[in-house]
């Protein structure tokens, strides 16, 4: 087991009181493991990544526990992550092309990089080089300012930097989002092989395109208004769904092959609730076709069959 | 409807405005009544220029443009107001679309001030939610709201509840769907295709290939401010005959089937502009006459051109 997430609550802090972003989530994800993240803005996929690395005001700890290879990740202590981040934990953020320093060549912010994390350029610099083929960039890439590179450059260079310490999990954060669709294909693809290559030995890819999640992803998980809805096999979530939001929001997806004039797709009807006070139970009561009073608790996130998570009460878990 | 005629747009760069850059080249479109155009092409690709460009949002540096006969590259004053009772743009970022100080409505006021000033204001308010309605909103939810309490998809119908209180015929739609989350997208494309049925025209710009195939009629795909193949979206999207376009098709992401292993060009070697094929650096196919001339958009089967030589070749 790679990673074990177990309740974990992360509020958000604002003048009007918690805005619960993450609201107890538990899930493991398994050695070698491409998990995609998918969800609607603001259903805390970010907030998941952000608080897994990075926990700072305003976003507030507020209980749970996390493992990482069996030992426990101090994910409220700034600090003492310190000894995790980048080494054993890293992340390639959501504006990846923005995500180097404008001021420095690319080779010596490597260094000073490293330099922070006690390595030294010296011993990982063949290594950097051959990933910098890997990825198709060139070696000259070193000596240039990060204004040099084209869009895609920079991201396939963060990309890079991310796993030059062979983390042990990596988050990719919409990375493929602002390219265009030729480009998304070879940076989706080199994700796989970074794994592939056990540069990282497993992942979570964040993004809210679930037919890339598809291409690329070995399980995926749906989240919902800072809940988790279902998790299960790339398969199982496209073909049989158990969640009505899961099924509902696959079959909104617009395919190649689908006109409007011989089939018209249907929406979700309704917003997502507002996070400030949520609503009590089922955060996904108010739009579901079948919700009925016991939706007024909260249902547990339990496994339906092997492997496949559900959190609904319509389905019949162990609880059931 | 609109008829465009080689237009180019042309941007002066470089220090003293020496060097030229070429963002739209040559381009014949045209639009029917009633009609869904897709304007198909990555970043980069001049979709978004032509769009301003019929909007008249920039100007149009060659070629001619025309709306129901008029040509609209040389129209101002009173004719130019009357182009925009017809024509109207929504665009991508709603957010950026309002200004956060007033109340999202006086978007609505607006038009009324500019347009419709004689008419009475409980006719103009009875207007307002019929086309609010129409756009699948509840007027009460919407009316006297700040642009920052109203999500992004109220926000975008809102604007497309505008063009329709202008009684707009032509709508240029530049990537409306990008900003929206995935359950609500559906919604604002179902809403286009009906405003479609009452005969409105959209030329829809998206780099999204399964949006575009889902709403359109007719498939323009672009390339670095070209046409390189355009026709009706089955026979462009089923029969691709350009390099570029059958490498687009094989990478979109599906949900039934998954990648097929295609070599996609990362590095590009580009030739200068103006000489030969636009996509002779990322060609497989590319030969010495692609580097030499350029090609042009030849038909292939009835409603589908392609601008390839290969494809001449081929048949």
Redo the contacts between chains.
């Keep these: 087991m790679s990673l074990h997430v177990e309740n974990l609550k992360v509020y958000y802090q604002t003048l009007s009181g918690d805005v619960r972003a993450l609201d107890g989530a538990t899930f493991d994800i398994a050695d070698g493991e491409i998990m995609g993240l998918a969800g609607e803005s603001g259903c805390g996929k970010t907030t998941l990544a952000h608080s897994l690395i990075r926990l700072t005001p305003p976003l507030k700890f507020i209980g749970g526990r996390v493992e990482l290879d069996g030992e426990e990740l101090p994910i409220a202590d700034m600090e003492k992550m310190d000894d995790f981040r980048f080494r054993k934990i890293s992340i390639v953020p959501q504006y990846a092309m923005n995500a180097l320093n404008p001021t420095r060549k690319i080779g010596k912010m490597t260094a000073e990089l490293l330099a922070s994390k006690g390595a030294k350029m010296k011993d990982v610099e063949p290594e950097l080089r051959r990933r910098l083929d890997l990825v198709g960039l060139t070696q000259d890439v070193l000596d240039m300012y990060p204004i040099e590179l084209s869009g895609g450059m920079k991201q396939r260079m963060v990309m890079v930097l991310s796993t030059l310490l062979d983390p042990s999990l990596l988050m990719a954060d919409e990375i493929t989002s602002a390219l265009d669709v030729s480009t998304q294909k070879a940076v989706a693809e080199m994700l796989v092989e970074f794994r592939d290559r056990q540069f990282v030995k497993s992942m979570i890819i964040i993004t809210h395109d679930i037919s890339i999640l598809y291409q690329v992803a070995d399980t995926i998980m749906i989240m919902y208004a800072g809940q988790l809805a279902e998790k299960a096999s790339k398969e199982t979530i496209i073909e049989s769904p158990r969640h009505p939001y899961t099924k509902m929001l696959i079959s909104s997806l617009p395919q190649v092959g689908v006109q409007v004039n011989d089939t018209r797709l249907k929406g979700i009807p309704g917003t997502p609730p507002q996070l400030l006070e949520p609503p009590k139970g089922c955060r996904f009561r108010a739009r579901c076709p079948l919700a009925f009073d016991k939706c007024l608790e909260v249902p547990p996130f339990v496994e339906v069959d092997p492997g496949h998570m559900v959190a609904c009460w319509k389905e019949p878990g162990k609880n059931a | 409807m609109l008829k465009l005629q080689g237009i180019s747009k042309t941007y002066k760069v470089g220090t003293f405005g020496g060097k030229e850059l070429h963002a739209v080249c040559d381009v014949d479109l045209e639009v029917g009544t009633g009609e869904v155009v897709s304007l198909i092409g990555?970043?980069g690709s001049g979709k978004t220029t032509i769009g301003k460009m019929v909007l008249k949002l920039i100007s149009i540096t060659s070629g001619s443009a025309f709306f129901k006969d008029i040509d609209i590259t040389t129209i101002e004053g009173r004719e130019l107001k009357e182009y925009y009772r017809n024509v109207q743009g929504v665009f991508q970022d709603p957010f950026s679309s309002y200004n956060p100080i007033f109340k999202a409505d006086r978007v609505f006021a607006m038009v009324k001030e500019e347009f419709y000033p004689d008419m009475k204001p409980e006719a103009w308010a009875e207007k307002v939610d019929q086309c609010l309605k129409d756009v699948g909103l509840n007027p009460p939810d919407v009316l006297g709201k700040f642009p920052h309490q109203l999500?992004g998809g109220q926000l975008q119908r809102f604007l497309i509840a505008r063009a329709l209180l202008l009684e707009t015929e032509f709508l240029v739609a530049d990537e409306i769907i990008s900003m929206l989350?995935?359950?609500?997208?559906?919604?604002v494309?179902?809403l286009l295709?009906d405003l479609k049925k009452k005969g409105l025209s959209i030329l829809f710009i998206t780099?999204d290939?399964?949006?575009a195939?889902?709403?359109s009629d007719q498939a323009v795909i672009l390339y670095r401010g070209s046409i390189v193949e355009m026709g009706s979206?089955e026979r462009v999207?089923f029969n691709p005959q350009h390099p570029y376009t059958k490498?687009?098709?094989a990478?979109?992401?599906?949900?039934?089937q998954?990648?097929e292993d295609i070599e996609?060009a990362?590095?590009e070697k580009q030739l200068p502009i103006g000489q030969g094929c636009v996509y002779f650096g990322r060609c497989p196919f590319a030969t010495d006459q692609c580097s030499l001339e350029r090609p042009q958009l030849e038909q292939i089967e009835s409603n589908h051109q392609v601008a390839c030589f290969s494809c001449k070749r081929g048949s």
């Design positions: 990555e970043s999500s989350d995935a359950s609500r997208r559906i919604d494309l179902n295709a780099h290939l399964s949006l195939y889902y709403i979206t999207y490498m687009l098709m990478t979109v992401p599906r949900l039934d998954e990648w996609i990362i590095r």
